[in-house]
């Protein structure tokens, strides 16, 4: 989850704001990361995941100056997660894709865990866990992924996501929820259980 | 009625004090609920705890510019400048002095006239090297200019020449004719060909045009 010390010092905001390109350097590679593993686990593809991640920097970069928002870290998001999802749009176009993805308005049930399974908790590190989650993830209709993301990853606040995503709280709240419970069935669909047992 | 929609919201802190108070309140008389809020914030944990992914590049745009590039471009563009009003005037002196001195190609005078002389002039007389002159090969256009140049700085005067003339064997030629000029020390009375101006104006010409392209990328 995020911790304060990741959003931007203001000092260093307001010199790149002013035009400083070393500082503004500075606050992109301190997001340049968690921006990358968003960007990627939107589109599962490394490739693309860059090259949004490249774009959005520039693009925040060049946009700078007209920047007035409390959190830069917010701001980027939004920029990158908007192209990510763009980017997705413009693939989705492509014929050699498979099947769309559930929408966002398909509802999610409550999976019943099978019995003799290991307890959600034990699974952090868990490789096949691991694979998994985000398996469970990829299969999520986009804006649900995103918005779960920019929760449980980058630990961002409802409202927060609901201005990164444009979207409003009641429908961050709702995709938050029936994304987080998906990846759950996913999880009890393979024997694991959860914490009660 | 169970709150499993909020359940979510809840975990996060995200509900108004008066949608949270009564979720709690259902919490502590309803078992399922209470496994629902445990699980879902177990899936919270373990998606949080996925593994981060490091790019294969980085993805940093260098927009940072040295802070000497600008002083650097204004300075190249007025060198530019400058070196373009000297090509331009000694062009004129050039041309004066060859209409003066037409059989200067005979003597040692001839340099003078030679390095003055406009660099479009294919039938221009071959004048005399200068000591420790250099071409440096740099365009692949053989036309008669640039052997004049090159002529104009690597050969001894041996008379009257054409265009076409080769360099004279046992000079320390390092071009053919299609070499260019850059620099060339002041012949014996001190004058510069106009040409080494004018390259002189092109070269700072490109410094100052990079130094903008990088400092517009930026």
């Known amino acids: 989850m995020r911790r304060n010390s990741e959003e931007a010092s203001p000092d260093v905001l307001d010199r790149a704001r002013r035009g400083d390109g070393r500082a503004f350097e500075d606050l992109a590679r301190a997001v340049e990361r968690p921006l990358y593993r968003h960007a990627l686990r939107i589109l599962n593809n490394p490739s693309d995941a860059e090259d949004v991640v490249q774009d959005a920097l520039l693009s925040a970069w060049k946009s700078l100056s007209s920047f007035e928002g409390a959190s830069f870290r917010a701001w980027i998001f939004r920029i990158a997660t908007n192209r990510a999802l763009d980017r997705l749009r413009t693939r989705k176009r492509r014929p050699e894709l498979p099947l769309d993805p559930p929408t966002d308005d398909e509802d999610v049930g409550w999976a019943e865990p099978a019995a003799g399974g290991a307890e959600l908790s034990e699974l952090v590190g868990d490789r096949e866990a691991v694979g998994l989650i985000e398996q469970a993830l990829g299969l999520l209709p986009p804006e649900q992924r995103a918005a779960l993301l920019l929760r449980d990853v980058e630990g961002f606040a409802y409202e927060e996501i609901a201005s990164i995503t444009t979207s409003e709280i009641g429908t961050v709240k709702s995709r938050i929820h029936r994304g987080r419970l998906a990846v759950r069935n996913a999880l009890v669909a393979k024997g694991w259980k959860g914490p009660g047992g | 009625v169970h709150p499993f929609a909020e359940l979510s919201a809840y975990i996060d802190e995200a509900l108004d004090p008066q949608s949270r108070e009564r979720v709690e309140a259902h919490l502590a008389a309803c078992a399922i609920c209470r496994t629902r809020v445990a699980e879902l914030r177990s899936t919270a944990r373990l998606i949080a705890a996925l593994p981060t992914p490091v790019p294969a590049r980085s993805l940093v ?123 060339a020390p002041a012949n014996p009375e001190g004058r510069q060909s106009p040409l080494f101006w004018l390259a002189l104006a092109i070269a700072f010409a490109v410094v100052a045009i990079l130094a903008t392209w990088r400092l517009r990328a930026a």
């Open chain 2, 61 to 183: 745009p260098r927009v940072s510019v040295p802070f000497w590039l600008a002083p650097l471009r204004l300075a190249s563009a007025v060198a530019s400048g400058l070196a373009l009003v000297v090509f331009v005037l000694s062009l004129g002196s050039g041309v004066a002095q060859r209409t003066g001195a037409p059989a200067a190609a005979q003597n040692d005078r001839s340099a003078t006239a030679a390095t003055g002389q406009p660099a479009l002039a294919p039938a221009a007389p071959a004048p005399q090297t200068s000591p420790g002159a250099f071409s440096v090969a740099g365009s692949t256009t053989p036309n008669p200019a640039e052997r004049t140049t090159v002529d104009t700085q690597t050969q001894k005067a041996v008379g009257p020449a054409g265009p076409t003339q080769t360099p004279a064997s046992g000079q320390q030629s390092t071009a053919g004719p299609q070499a260019v000029a850059l620099q």
